[in-house]
């Protein structure tokens, strides 16, 4: 597993991608297997039912959270620190 930040390479275009994240709070899945590939200059919608783990993707991608499993990849360099923020 790959952690936040972690300076693997990836596509050109690719500013985040999101592998096959998984995140469980105790025994309650959230999230199994979700994926996101951000491209710069292209807009993306997340969509799902409630529930889903559209949110819990989200906030892994921006490293406030670490999934349990999964990988994400970044290929632009952070702004600001974002702090970790309570379950």
């Given at each position: ?33 979700g994926s996101l590939?951000?491209v710069a200059g ?31 990849r970044e290929s ?12």
């Amino acid at each position: 597993m790959g952690a936040v930040g972690s300076g693997d390479s990836l596509p050109v275009s690719s500013v985040l991608e999101a592998d096959c994240v998984a995140k469980s709070y105790g025994a309650r899945r959230v999230l199994t297997s979700g994926s996101l590939r951000a491209v710069a200059g292209e807009v993306r919608v997340l969509l799902g039912r409630n529930g889903a783990g559209k949110s819990t993707l989200m906030k892994i991608a921006a490293g406030c959270v670490q999934p349990d499993s999964g990988s994400v990849r970044e290929s632009v360099p952070r702004l600001v620190d974002i702090q970790a923020v309570p379950a």
